[in-house]
């Protein structure tokens, strides 16, 4: 069994903790780290888990104990030292999204992956959505033809408050605002649809709502890629998307398809229609089965630190974009 170091015990490591008890025959977490000594020992006891706590824990659970990989569920501002410290150990790496918050940062992660030879995933979740995989298959397929234009979206109506935002206020310690936080998801949907590496954005952020937050709380954002396709990405925690908004879709030479999340509907010009229904899928439990699969197959996970430098470029250059009102190119890293 794959023996895993959580590294970040509280919000999103709760679902990744139903994918550990899903696929409890291959992979499992046997300790725990966190700075809050309560929720490192409650994790702990839930768990199974050897517990660590404190600002240097997860330093401590590396050098204490015998893993084979890590699951980093910490805020963003934090990503790139526990990656950086948990390859240098040698450890395995899942690491939730956003992958880092800088270009000296990614350069930083690359360099460390690479030297020590370890496998990182990123926790792209909604790449493991049913109705995603039949699109990337079916515009691998050449279904529609060559791809012009793939739209994303990700909007909801967030109840954050000012006690209840924690970390996620500050600019400093998420990145920016909801583009680099939910809004990272839709940019790696876009990023796994479009077939392509991104060479420029632009974006216009605003503010509807939650005033209280120093980054923006909604995001509109164009991105061009090296092949050719344009995309299209609104995203935001400051209202509910109109009914007919789809989830994704993409328009090419010989028609379009579109997705609200749980069905898929491709449309021809020739008049050719299919529509695919899927059943839900837990897509935290199937990225925790995917990065127990690809350790123990030695294969590459469906996206790396490749990937995950990637969608950053996008987000940086969209912000970018943004402050200067020009269309600014993704950096290089």
Not at 76 to 102: F, M, N, Q, T, W
Not at 115 to 138: D, I, W, Y
Not at 170 to 197: F, N, Q, R, V, W
């Amino acid at each position: 069994m794959i023996k895993v170091g959580l590294i970040g015990a509280g919000g999103i490591a709760s679902a990744h903790i139903k994918g550990y008890r899903q696929h409890a025959d291959k992979i499992g977490v046997t300790a725990v780290a966190d700075a809050v000594e309560e929720t490192a020992t409650k994790r702990g006891e839930e768990l199974g888990a050897t517990p660590y706590a404190g600002d240097q824990a997860y330093r401590e659970m590396l050098a204490n104990e015998d893993l084979d990989a890590v699951d980093i569920c910490l805020p963003h501002h934090l990503h790139r030292d526990a990656i950086v410290a948990a390859a240098e150990a040698g450890k395995h790496i899942l690491c939730e999204k956003p992958l880092c918050l800088s270009a000296e940062e990614a350069a930083d992660v690359r360099k460390a992956v690479v030297k020590s030879g370890v496998t990182l995933m990123c926790a792209h979740n909604q790449l493991f959505m049913p109705a995603v995989a039949k699109a990337r298959e079916l515009l691998q397929a050449g279904t529609i033809g060559t791809v012009y234009e793939v739209r994303t979206t990700d909007s909801f109506y967030n109840d954050f408050d000012p006690s209840s935002m924690g970390w996620r206020a500050s600019s400093k310690t998420s990145g920016g605002g909801e583009l680099i936080d939910t809004g990272y998801h839709p940019t790696y949907l876009m990023l796994h649809l479009a077939g392509g590496l991104p060479v420029e954005a632009t974006a216009m952020l605003s503010t509807h709502r939650l005033k209280f937050m120093e980054g923006e709380d909604s995001a509109q954002v164009l991105i061009k890629f090296d092949n050719g396709v344009v995309g299209q990405l609104v995203t935001s925690w400051a209202y509910q998307p109109a009914a007919s908004t789809e989830r994704f879709s993409a328009v090419g030479e010989l028609g379009s398809l579109t997705s609200d999340g749980t069905t898929l509907s491709y449309r021809l010009r020739s008049g050719e229609t299919e529509t695919f229904d899927f059943e839900p899928v837990d897509t935290f439990v199937a990225e925790i089965g995917h990065f127990a699969d690809s350790l123990l197959g030695k294969t590459r996970p469906l996206h790396t630190e490749e990937e995950g430098i990637a969608v950053l470029g996008i987000l940086l250059a969209a912000y970018e974009g943004s402050r200067s009102k020009t269309i600014a190119p993704v950096l290089k890293v």
